[in-house]
């Protein structure tokens, strides 16, 4: 379905290419395949983020994409200055497009898990918590905001960031919550087994 829907914005964007809708539609695809290891695809994602932001400057969704990517490049990068660099560049720009719009759930998203990635030494568990926490707040409010399925990752990964972040007690908190909200899921799983490793 997802390589369906692409196809179909690639030949909407072969008629409008200057389509900012359809350009950050096309991205999140992309951004999507970059993710999986697809370098055609990071190119592609690249190209489309950079259109945006030539258009539109401010841009939240395509800034935080940008930042995204960013992190894809200092993983892969085997020098350990650009490695830096691309990580501070990528903080840089998720805070930026969280700022722009610090309503827009594509934003708040990406900025919430790459945050998790990213090196300790940018200390962004912080950042991470406050996003995840926001997006269970804007469910809660407006549950057409975000998917269904998204939500036991974003419960998960709080619950890691409030692990790494050394708050045991609120860790097992949330993990507890995946298990009892999102039972027979592979969310669940993972969240029965890092409860057991905190409390071990």
Do not use: Q
Not at 83 to 103: C, E, F, N, Q
Request: aromatic share 6%; net charge positive.
């Amino acid at each position: 379905m997802d390589d369906e829907r692409l196809k179909a914005v690639e030949e909407k964007l072969a008629l409008d290419p200057n389509n900012i809708g359809f350009l950050t539609e096309a991205s999140h695809h992309y951004h999507r395949l970059a993710m999986e290891g697809d370098s055609l695809a990071f190119e592609k994602a690249e190209n489309a983020v950079r259109k945006i932001l030539g258009l539109d400057s401010r841009n939240a969704e395509a800034l935080s994409i940008l930042g995204s990517l960013l992190v894809i490049k200092a993983r892969s990068s085997s020098s350990l200055p650009k490695r830096i660099w691309y990580a501070i560049s990528a903080a840089r720009k998720l805070d930026r497009a969280v700022r722009i719009d610090p309503t827009n759930p594509s934003a708040r998203t990406i900025r919430a898990f790459t945050s998790l990635v990213l090196p300790s030494f940018l200390k962004r568990i912080k950042r991470a918590i406050e996003d995840f926490e926001y997006l269970i707040e804007m469910k809660r409010k407006d549950p057409k905001k975000l998917p269904d399925e998204m939500m036991p990752k974003v419960y998960l990964n709080l619950g890691l960031a409030y692990a790494k972040s050394g708050n045991r007690k609120r860790a097992i908190e949330v993990l507890n919550s995946v298990v009892s909200l999102f039972p027979n899921t592979r969310e669940c799983t993972r969240a029965k087994n890092l409860i057991a490793r905190l409390e071990g």
